[in-house]
């Protein structure tokens, strides 16, 4: 497969290799935060909202939290740090707690949705998601709980992310004392500025510089097949570039486990990372290899600035992602922001090199906002129980969602029964507010028509991922039709369920 450098004329044969350049070589320097420490502390003192921008991996995530525990910031209260994903939360949390030679759960814990480990008087420091922090106010509107909140990977603008920081917004002006940290890698701090801080006398920007390891990226002609062209491009890195490892970009959990098992059948040591994976199978794609070996890391856009993998020299990267569109999840182009994140995990500890799997076109320049084209139904719902009664007149973060989604979220949670005629939050409809579950999945276990055992059931298995491997063999396709219910997908989870309990 032939990749050329941005710029140039398409070559007939591959890229030419720099042999002068460094193959690998670990560093040794401390992290770039480290020298922007007593400006951040001096900012916090200062100013209510502070705007921290810093490439991945200059340590903002894991250091920050420290310096605020270290300066006293978590004497009364505590401080929490939202992450978008909850993988980050967890392994970041584990890493903190390592660093400072304490228990996780005990002075440094997490909390996500269905699992938490913190102490409820010891832990001072918490990691945790939008989502999380976002629901915590139903029952603390102005998070009384914390000194400082730290929201980091704004730049991703995810939904729980954009409505944290509105709320954050109008708890400031109730907690004066309370401070706001924004962190990100790519964000536009001005933008951040002039919506948290309008007059522009409480807030300010400490930019943190990256480390400045060069990346060499060449494109080639987007194949017709991905997942055979990732491979052959990783098992060609594998057999012929220089020591380190491999970062691969996929668009899902079931190409990432196709490329995953044909590398693993030609001899490379490959691991999946994507959301719906269990932890402990996390936590092996982010641990160091076994010795001697290349580790292959496969890997959704989690891997671009959420969690860091230590050891990565190279990228390859498909140049697709998922979004969602309204009611469907749409696999996409990425855009240049993602690619130049993406790119730059090859460069956080030596030079490195990003294959890119599409030819040097033009890409949009970022994401648009996720509550832009998000179904917006369980946000609405959530914001009525925080006591948002003119969802139309609420001061979300520009660009604000479209008016006609608005208008469909509510008829559809008046369909519910969420909420009356004159669009007030019904008692159903707060009790709907306080189940983690989609408004509709809530709807249904609250109205179980005498089968409250097989509606959780039903919950509990749309939560997770498909019980079945993905595989299209014969063999597969006659497994799963043992399960199939009629009357449609819901039916044949319980099936599944059923036989298992029984067995």
Same mark, same amino acid.
């Given at each position: +497969?032939?990749?050329?450098?941005?710029?140039?004329?398409?070559?007939?044969?591959?890229?030419?290799?720099?042999?002068?350049?460094?193959?690998?070589?670990?560093?040794?320097?401390?992290?770039?935060?480290?020298?922007?420490?007593?400006?951040?502390l001096y900012a916090l003192e200062q100013y209510a909202?502070?705007?921290?921008?810093?490439?991945?991996?200059?340590?903002?995530?894991?250091?920050?939290?420290?310096?605020?525990?270290?300066?006293?910031?978590?004497?009364?209260?505590?401080?929490?740090?939202?992450q978008p994903r909850r993988m980050a939360a967890t392994?970041?949390?584990?890493?903190?707690?390592?660093?400072?030679?304490?228990?996780?759960?005990?002075?440094?814990?997490?909390?996500?949705?269905? !699992?938490?480990?913190?102490?409820?008087?010891?832990?001072?420091?918490?990691?945790?998601?939008?989502?999380?922090?976002?629901?915590?106010?139903?029952?603390?509107?102005?998070?009384?709980?914390?000194?400082?909140?730290?929201?980091?990977?704004?730049?991703?603008?995810?939904?729980?992310?954009?409505?944290?920081?509105?709320?954050?917004?109008?708890?400031?002006?109730?907690?004066?004392?309370?401070?706001?940290?924004?962190?990100?890698?790519?964000?536009?701090?001005?933008?951040?500025?002039?919506?948290?801080?309008?007059?522009?006398?409480?807030?300010?920007?400490?930019?943190?510089?990256?480390?400045?390891?060069?990346?060499?990226?060449?494109?080639?002609?987007?194949?017709?097949?991905?997942?055979?062209?990732?491979?052959?491009?990783?098992?060609?890195?594998?057999?012929?570039?220089?020591?380190?490892?491999?970062?691969?970009? +996929?668009?899902?959990?079931?190409?990432?486990?196709?490329?995953?098992?044909?590398?693993?059948?030609?001899?490379?040591?490959?691991?999946?990372?994507?959301?719906?994976?269990?932890?402990?199978?996390?936590?092996?794609?982010?641990?160091?290899?076994?010795?001697?070996?290349?580790?292959?890391?496969?890997?959704?856009?989690?891997?671009?600035?959420?969690?860091?993998i230590d050891g990565v020299r190279y990228v390859v990267?498909?140049?697709?992602?998922?979004?969602?569109?309204?009611?469907?999840?749409?696999?996409?182009?990425?855009?240049?922001?993602?690619?130049?994140?993406?790119?730059?995990?090859?460069?956080?500890?030596?030079?490195?090199?990003?294959?890119?799997?599409?030819?040097?076109?033009?890409?949009?320049?970022?994401?648009?906002?996720?509550?832009?084209?998000?179904?917006?139904?369980?946000?609405?719902?959530?914001?009525?129980?925080?006591?948002?009664?003119?969802?139309?007149?609420?001061?979300?973060?520009?660009?604000?969602?479209?008016?006609?989604?608005?208008?469909?979220?509510?008829?559809?949670?008046?369909?519910?029964?969420?909420?009356?005629?004159?669009?007030?939050?019904?008692?159903?409809?707060?009790? +709907?507010?306080?189940?983690?579950?989609?408004?509709?999945?809530?709807?249904?276990?609250?109205?179980?028509?005498?089968?409250? !055992?097989?509606?959780?059931?039903?919950?509990?298995?749309?939560?997770?991922?498909?019980?079945?491997?993905?595989?299209?063999?014969?063999?597969?396709?006659?497994?799963?039709?043992?399960?199939?219910?009629?009357?449609?997908?819901?039916?044949?989870?319980?099936?599944?369920?059923?036989?298992?309990?029984?067995?």
């Amino acid at each position: +497969m032939a990749f050329w450098k941005p710029g140039a004329e398409r070559p007939a044969s591959a890229l030419d290799r720099d042999a002068s350049a460094p193959v690998w070589l670990p560093s040794a320097a401390p992290l770039p935060v480290q020298a922007a420490r007593t400006r951040i502390l001096y900012a916090l003192e200062q100013y209510a909202v502070v705007v921290l921008v810093g490439e991945t991996g200059s340590g903002k995530t894991t250091q920050v939290p420290q310096y605020l525990l270290e300066a006293g910031w978590a004497q009364e209260r505590q401080i929490v740090c939202a992450q978008p994903r909850r993988m980050a939360a967890t392994s970041v949390a584990a890493h903190v707690a390592q660093e400072r030679q304490v228990r996780l759960g005990e002075e440094v814990g997490y909390a996500i949705r269905f !699992d938490e480990q913190v102490h409820p008087t010891r832990t001072r420091l918490r990691y945790t998601t939008p989502g999380m922090l976002f629901r915590e106010c139903m029952r603390d509107p102005l998070l009384h709980r914390y000194s400082v909140v730290m929201v980091d990977e704004a730049h991703e603008r995810g939904a729980y992310t954009d409505l944290l920081l509105a709320v954050l917004k109008k708890i400031r002006r109730r907690r004066p004392a309370l401070r706001i940290i924004v962190a990100s890698a790519t964000l536009e701090a001005d933008s951040v500025l002039r919506y948290l801080d309008p007059g522009g006398a409480a807030s300010t920007v400490v930019a943190i510089q990256g480390r400045a390891y060069p990346v060499e990226v060449a494109h080639t002609t987007a194949p017709h097949d991905v997942v055979a062209a990732c491979v052959r491009t990783v098992v060609t890195l594998h057999e012929t570039a220089p020591p380190g490892d491999v970062l691969v970009f +996929m668009s899902g959990q079931d190409k990432i486990e196709r490329v995953v098992q044909a590398l693993a059948d030609r001899g490379v040591y490959a691991v999946p990372l994507y959301a719906a994976l269990p932890p402990e199978e996390q936590r092996v794609a982010l641990r160091p290899g076994p010795p001697g070996k290349r580790k292959v890391v496969v890997s959704t856009n989690v891997a671009e600035t959420s969690v860091t993998i230590d050891g990565v020299r190279y990228v390859v990267d498909t140049g697709y992602t998922k979004m969602r569109y309204r009611h469907t999840l749409a696999e996409v182009r990425l855009s240049a922001a993602s690619a130049a994140q993406r790119a730059g995990r090859a460069g956080r500890t030596a030079p490195g090199q990003c294959l890119r799997l599409y030819d040097d076109e033009a890409l949009r320049a970022s994401d648009p906002p996720e509550l832009v084209q998000c179904d917006l139904t369980m946000y609405i719902l959530q914001l009525k129980a925080l006591g948002v009664d003119q969802i139309a007149r609420f001061d979300f973060m520009p660009p604000a969602p479209p008016a006609a989604h608005v208008a469909d979220a509510l008829a559809h949670l008046e369909s519910l029964r969420a909420l009356d005629e004159e669009g007030r939050l019904t008692l159903l409809g707060e009790r +709907m507010a306080e189940a983690p579950l989609s408004p509709m999945m809530a709807r249904a276990i609250l109205h179980d028509a005498s089968c409250a !055992d097989e509606m959780l059931t039903i919950a509990a298995m749309t939560s997770v991922g498909s019980p079945f491997d993905g595989s299209e063999s014969v063999a597969a396709q006659i497994e799963r039709r043992k399960f199939v219910a009629e009357e449609g997908d819901h039916l044949t989870l319980l099936n599944v369920t059923a036989c298992r309990t029984r067995h």
